[in-house]
């Protein structure tokens, strides 16, 4: 197969420390991966986007989340691995200059939701309304939160020293809800992951974390049972947000 043949000629190069013919094979790796990689992790990132919105969905979202979360990894992989090379061919330096100012998911940022369940309250229920064959009152327009406000809403709490629970109930929201406004506002820098947690709970979650390299989150939590190194939720932001490059293993 594609994989085992790739793999092969990888070991066989890196014996004869042919790093120029690695760097070739890795370049068409990418370029033969990137597509089908980027089209994948699209359609399950808009999916991921359009069922933020409908609370009764959110054990699916999550699901999305985790295969979101773990396509990006292997996509960052792919550019780990070139990056690497580079360092061994032009040195560290370059190296390091090309992974610190290269995005490698500029592309991702730009993803918008393609379907009608998009965060847009208005044009879904036009899209209801149209598929309604009674003829029903105009209802009045509601006057919306200005985008992300929500989660805005949740720093600000956070930062006035409420605990999770407590903006919870101020707001009359779920706890897994203002947990993943907190890993949202470290993934835009609004804040950073030790304005959440200590750094020697990130250091914990990730030695955890690195023992189970490879596998789902959700294998994790099942593998782990009661043995996590502490709260459930704190697991979970720590590994989004190592799939999104803010924390590095």
């Given at each position: 197969d594609?994989?085992?043949?790739?793999?092969?000629?990888?070991q066989k190069?890196?014996?004869?420390?042919?790093?120029s013919?690695i760097a070739?094979?890795?370049?068409?790796?990418?370029?033969?991966?990137?597509?089908?990689?980027?089209?994948l992790i699209?359609e399950v990132?808009?999916?991921?986007?359009?069922?933020?919105?409908?609370?009764?969905?959110?054990?699916?979202?999550?699901?999305?989340?985790?295969?979101?979360?773990?396509?990006t990894r292997?996509?960052?992989?792919?550019?780990?691995c070139?990056?690497?090379?580079?360092?061994?061919?032009?040195?560290?330096?370059?190296?390091?200059?090309?992974?610190?100012?290269?995005?490698?998911?500029?592309?991702?940022e730009?993803?918008?939701p393609?379907?009608?369940?998009?965060?847009?309250?208005?044009?879904?229920?036009?899209?209801?309304k149209?598929?309604?064959k009674?003829?029903k009152?105009p209802?009045?327009?509601?006057?919306?939160?200005?985008?992300?406000?929500s989660?805005l809403?949740?720093?600000q709490?956070f930062?006035?020293?409420l605990s999770?629970?407590?903006?919870?109930?101020?707001?009359?929201?779920?706890e897994?809800?203002?947990?993943?406004?907190?890993?949202?506002?470290?993934?835009?820098?609004h804040m950073?992951?030790?304005?959440v947690?200590?750094?020697?709970e990130?250091?914990?979650?990730?030695?955890?974390l690195?023992?189970?390299?490879?596998?789902?989150?959700?294998?994790?939590?099942?593998?782990?049972?009661?043995?996590?190194?502490?709260?459930?939720?704190?697991?979970?932001?720590?590994?989004?947000?190592?799939?999104?490059?803010?924390?590095?293993?």
């Amino acid at each position: 197969d594609v994989a085992g043949k790739f793999s092969y000629q990888l070991q066989k190069a890196f014996a004869q420390k042919q790093y120029s013919f690695i760097a070739e094979r890795l370049e068409a790796a990418n370029n033969y991966f990137e597509t089908p990689l980027r089209e994948l992790i699209t359609e399950v990132y808009n999916q991921v986007l359009n069922l933020r919105r409908k609370a009764i969905t959110k054990e699916y979202s999550d699901e999305l989340e985790e295969f979101d979360a773990w396509f990006t990894r292997i996509y960052l992989h792919f550019k780990r691995c070139s990056i690497l090379v580079l360092g061994i061919l032009e040195g560290t330096e370059k190296a390091y200059e090309k992974w610190s100012t290269t995005n490698y998911l500029d592309w991702k940022e730009k993803i918008k939701p393609q379907t009608v369940y998009i965060e847009n309250e208005d044009l879904y229920e036009e899209y209801l309304k149209s598929k309604s064959k009674k003829k029903k009152e105009p209802k009045e327009k509601k006057t919306k939160p200005e985008k992300g406000a929500s989660t805005l809403a949740t720093m600000q709490y956070f930062k006035d020293g409420l605990s999770i629970p407590e903006i919870a109930e101020r707001r009359g929201l779920a706890e897994s809800t203002i947990c993943s406004h907190l890993t949202q506002l470290c993934i835009n820098k609004h804040m950073k992951p030790e304005e959440v947690l200590s750094q020697d709970e990130i250091y914990k979650i990730t030695d955890f974390l690195i023992q189970f390299d490879g596998k789902r989150i959700g294998e994790i939590l099942t593998e782990a049972g009661d043995k996590l190194p502490t709260d459930k939720w704190k697991v979970l932001m720590v590994n989004r947000l190592i799939a999104e490059e803010i924390i590095s293993l």
